[in-house]
């Protein structure tokens, strides 16, 4: 008998009928002999549709009272499929019931909309587990110390799911989901995209941040400080499947690396539009520039991701870098108000129909010409890069937006990940 955490994503909690599926499959868990806590998500679409809800009524703003009050509202949609879910495993005789963030309590900071969980207290479900309870916990969301609700970023039931686990020492977490496994790339984006039957720690955390959505990077990073044995599974494979077939199915985030000794050096290649591209045009080339101009930047909470200076000419240069979609006219605004009229400079510009591509492989470490392979895939399909930027593990190009998929497509093909054609 283990200890066992499952967590069902959006599309898996998607309707009545795939919650049900949900609870056939939980039973047939804990039937086996297993004590099982599951977290779902909210069902597919009604986080966005409460976001769109706040949105008709006032403009979006950053204000902690108006961040506030779209926690509460967004955390909603977990405590219905809990519920729900909590129902349909009564229903089929399995003693179940759920908790709110709030309620176990999980303690998270007050960063409304984005908040760190800092503890979690396993006592209440640790008792229902001793009674054979089903423990079903919201995802998505916790509560800071003045008792506000908080949430934990799009994604974040992953990240809730991996920290009780990580809390209560669980065997395994199992992250349930519409696809069945972590690929070389979004299967949806490459038709042709493998399957991993592992991938290690170092580069799913990679692939993450670097933008596959598959798991929020937050819940890797949890599973990588605390060892959670963590896999991604389908919830649409047949419930009553033999389950030591389903516990083996997937694919396992490894902390051992050398099993991926034989492997390709590129891993799998990851994309994300969520970012957009600021230059400072015609600054006075001198000392503390990029702490003018980044440092106001960060002294506003605005992230940053890549950077790059242009040498100087003449005196002046420009400064790029790219800040998140969301906060792109903020940071225009800022640099305009504040900055350029201290440094000097001429002008500020955005773009925001740029992307990021990235390859990830461990294998990058030991073999050398792997980033000009990647550039001349993407010269060949005559695809302009704007950025560049490397890690040990990994190399990012920022090119303009319309060319994304053919990037992806090009490169999946260059390293050698297509699946061989049947
Ligand atoms: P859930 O609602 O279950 O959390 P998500 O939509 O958050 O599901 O994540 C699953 C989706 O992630 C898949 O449907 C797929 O389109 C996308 N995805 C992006 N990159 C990858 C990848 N490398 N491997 C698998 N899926 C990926
Ligand atoms: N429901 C939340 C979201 O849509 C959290 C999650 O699904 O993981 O972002
Ligand atoms: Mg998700």
């Known amino acids: 008998m283990a200890l066992i955490v499952h967590k069902?994503?959006?599309?898996s909690m998607g309707s009545t009928e795939r919650i049900r599926n949900v609870a056939k499959r939980v039973a047939k868990w804990m039937r086996a002999g297993h004590q099982l806590v599951v977290v779902p998500s909210a069902m597919s679409g009604e986080t966005n549709r409460l976001l769109g809800l706040a949105k008709d009524l006032a403009p979006a703003k950053t204000t902690d009272a108006y961040l506030r009050e779209l926690d509460m509202l967004a955390s909603t949609g977990e405590q219905a499929s809990s519920a729900l879910l909590a129902i349909a495993l009564q229903a089929e005789g399995v003693p179940s019931v759920s908790y709110a963030g709030w309620q176990v309590p999980i303690k998270t900071n007050s960063a409304y909309t984005k908040a760190r969980i800092e503890s979690i207290d396993d006592a209440r479900i640790r008792a229902d587990l001793a009674a054979g309870k089903v423990v079903i916990v919201t995802g998505f969301q916790g509560v800071d110390d003045a008792g506000?609700?908080?949430?934990?970023?799009?994604g974040g039931s992953d990240t809730s799911a991996v920290a009780v686990a990580a809390a209560m020492k669980a065997a395994e977490c199992l992250i349930y989901t519409d696809v069945d496994g972590v690929y070389t790339t979004d299967p949806r984006v490459v038709p042709e995209a493998r399957r991993l039957h592992t991938v290690s720690f170092e580069e799913m955390l990679e692939m993450a941040s670097m933008g596959s959505k598959v798991l929020q990077i937050r819940s890797v990073?949890?599973?990588?400080?605390?060892?959670?044995?963590?896999?991604?599974l389908s919830s649409f494979t047949p419930w009553d499947m033999d389950l030591t077939e389903e516990a083996a199915s997937g694919t396992l985030i490894t902390f051992e690396e050398d099993e991926k000794m034989e492997q390709a050096v590129v891993s799998g290649i990851s994309f994300n539009r969520d970012e957009s591209k600021i230059s400072v045009l015609g600054v006075p080339d001198k000392p503390g520039i990029a702490y003018q101009i980044l440092g106001a930047v960060a002294d506003a909470n605005i992230e940053v991701d890549i950077i790059i200076q242009n040498v100087s000419k003449?005196?002046?240069t420009d400064f790029s870098f790219t800040v998140n979609r969301n906060d792109h006219a903020r940071t225009i605004d800022l640099l305009k108000e504040q900055v350029l009229p201290k440094l000097g400079a001429q002008?500020?510009?955005g773009d925001t129909k740029i992307c990021k591509v990235s390859i990830v492989g461990i294998g990058m470490r030991s073999h050398v010409g792997i980033a000009s392979k990647?550039?001349?895939?993407?010269?060949e399909e005559g695809i302009n890069i704007q950025m560049i930027s490397t890690s040990e593990i990994k190399t990012s190009v920022v090119i303009d937006e319309k060319y994304m998929e053919l990037a992806v497509r090009a490169l999946h093909k260059a390293f050698d990940l297509d699946q061989p054609k049947a």
């Open 314 to 316: 003449g005196g002046t």
């Open 347 to 349: 002008e500020v510009v």
């Open 148 to 154: 506000n609700i908080t949430t934990l970023g799009r």
């Open 221 to 232: 990073e949890f599973a990588g400080k605390y060892q959670v044995p963590l896999r991604v």
């Open 374 to 379: 990647m550039f001349k895939a993407l010269s």
């Open 8 to 11: 069902y994503g959006g599309t």
